[in-house]
């Protein structure tokens, strides 16, 4: 088992042969949407606090900054970038949920830390969640996007083989520790509109929340979730409406998916959207996908679109 110095217990529950499912803020969590589907799951599904991640070892703290708060009584602390670890009881199985900030430093041994918590309770596989920009619309379904490297997963749960090569993020590291430690992974994706970057979309958070509930076969709440996705929807037609060159944009994304330029992909019946450069750039360069957009390691089930996410990945690896 792996040497767990970084762990900080909080407590030590007995667990039936959970799953882990981890998400992280950064690199791989577009639109919030990764960390915002586990948020929802501790706030609503009665999680019990499990650990902690010390982040001295891992954090790059000029670039994640400690928050300094005050008591009631005025007094001053430190809250300190944390990576958290819940449990979750449910009727079908037990859960344990990994959130907090992509670690900057000695990736390996944090990815010890996480797989050596699996271990210990007897988890044969973890669940990481992302979410990348696509060229996708707010207002169609939102594509969630399943892959796993071994065939025993991918039989399982109905995935496809990952085969992308490029710059990974810590999901792309977890995966191949978990490899190593004899676990299976899962990785799962939801594509949000690359002109709607700056807004939260809980109508991601809620998508994975679905698909996790299929692939693992556990009832998950939907609520606040469902709720706030009109909201959202109405802030993304106001950032559309107030300019023109984005109303432009998402009518060319709207008449492809009405036309032939989507291909139907009937395994996992997924409409993928065939890429369009030439959009693109119909968007102001404040609203284009940067360099130093948060995109995902692993690729997706469409040519066009992998394509599409390993271009944005490896422009990202020549910085």
Known sequence: ????????????????????????????????????????????????????????????????????????????????????????????????????????????????????????????????????????????????????????????????????????????????????????????WAAVPAYAAQIPSPKASLALVERLGELLDVDMPHTPLSELVEHYEDQVEQLVDSDSSLSRYLERIENMDDDEDYEYDEDDDIEILIEDEASLEELPPEDRPRDDTPLPDGPVDSEALMQEVEQFLRSQGDD
């Open 1 to 188: 088992m792996a040497d767990l110095e970084h762990v900080r217990w909080i407590r030590r529950p007995e667990l039936r042969h959970p799953y882990v499912i981890a998400a992280f803020t950064g690199w791989n969590d577009a639109a919030d949407a990764a960390s915002g589907t586990v948020k929802h799951l501790v706030e609503t599904m009665n999680a019990t606090p499990l650990a902690e991640i010390d982040p001295e070892a891992f954090t790059d703290f000029a670039t994640i900054r400690p928050h300094v708060r005050l008591s009631e009584s005025g007094t001053r602390h430190i809250v300190w970038p944390t990576v958290s670890l819940w449990t979750v009881s449910t009727p079908q199985r037990d859960l344990i949920l990994v959130l907090g900030p992509e670690p900057a430093l000695q990736w390996r041994a944090f990815c010890q830390q996480i797989i050596g918590v699996a271990q210990a309770y007897g988890a044969s596989t973890l669940v990481s969640l992302g979410a990348l920009l696509a060229d996708v619309a707010h207002n169609r379904p939102t594509q969630v996007l399943g892959t796993a490297a071994d065939q025993a997963a991918i039989d399982r749960f109905d995935l496809r083989r990952s085969q992308y090569e490029g710059p990974t993020g810590i999901v792309g590291a977890l995966a191949d520790a978990c490899h190593r430690a004899g676990m299976s992974s899962v990785s799962l």
